[in-house]
Antibody
Framework: QVQLVESGGGVVQPGRPLRLACAASGFMFSGYAMDWVRQAPGKGPEWVAV????????YYADSVKGRFTISRDNSKNTLYLEMNNLRAEDTAVYYC????????????WGQGALVTVSS | DIQMTQSPSSVSASVGDRVTITCRASQSIASWLAWYQQKPGEAPKLLIYAASSLQSGVPSRFSGSGSGTDFTLAISSLQPEDFATYYCQQAKSFPPTFGQGTKLEIK
């Protein structure tokens, strides 16, 4: 069965970096685009970034463009999100998700990784 | 970006009731709409895609309708496990966007 497992969340000071990873199993990871979606406390989900199946195309939400980098290692079946210059407003649960079309819907989600940006 | 607006933001109902939740898109998205259910501490779960197609394994008491800009999620005969927060999401254009959510509470 499809499994997505995030890791790397934690408490980080404003301006510092953090890297999230998402280990995928149960499907041909190299055949699918993958997304990161985040959800701030008490808010609806917010799409963050997408990477094509081969890593050649990447797109970002305006709120994270220039600060976050999505990448993947198909040999390790792992998706990454490198987050730099973190801000308080980046505090959220970060989910990796597999889209069934160009812009969703998202059938499979990880359990989420909590990122708290605080001094 | 396409804005998704849900109403109501919260609703109280009893087990056995029928409930409807509305989602409006700021521009036409044809039938490119999905509905999700989320319980505390869990990831969203896909219920409906393409506005009215039931995801595999989802009970038939859930149904979706609409096209263009106005969409509805209906839950007939509420069960205790249905009390959760529901989100709509447009899958028509970049970037994908979600509604702010509707919290379904027990009356």
């Amino acid at each position: 069965q499809v499994q997505l497992v995030e890791s790397g969340g934690g408490v980080v000071q404003p301006g510092r970096p953090l890297r999230l990873a998402c280990a995928a199993s149960g499907f041909m990871f190299s055949g699918y685009a993958m997304d990161w979606v985040r959800q701030a406390p008490g808010k609806g989900p917010e799409w963050v970034a997408v990477i094509s199946y081969d890593g050649s195309q990447k797109y970002y939400a305006d709120s994270v463009k220039g600060r976050f980098t999505i990448s993947r290692d198909n040999s390790k079946n792992t998706l990454y999100l490198e987050m730099n210059n973190l801000r308080a407003e980046d505090t959220a649960v970060y989910y990796c998700a597999r889209p069934e079309g160009d812009y969703g819907p998202f059938e499979f989600w990880g359990q989420g990784a909590l990122v708290t940006v605080s001094s | 970006d396409i804005q998704m607006t849900q109403s109501p933001s919260s609703v109280s109902a009893s087990v056995g009731d029928r409930v409807t939740i509305t989602c409006r898109a700021s521009q036409s998205i044809a039938s490119w709409l999905a509905w999700y259910q989320q319980k505390p501490g869990e990831a969203p779960k896909l219920l409906i895609y393409a506005a009215s197609s039931l995801q595999s394994g989802v009970p038939s008491r859930f149904s979706g309708s609409g096209s263009g800009t106005d969409f509805t999620l209906a839950i007939s005969s509420l069960q205790p496990e249905d009390f959760a927060t529901y989100y709509c999401q447009q899958a028509k254009s970049f970037p994908p966007t979600f509604g702010q959510g509707t919290k379904l509470e027990i009356k």
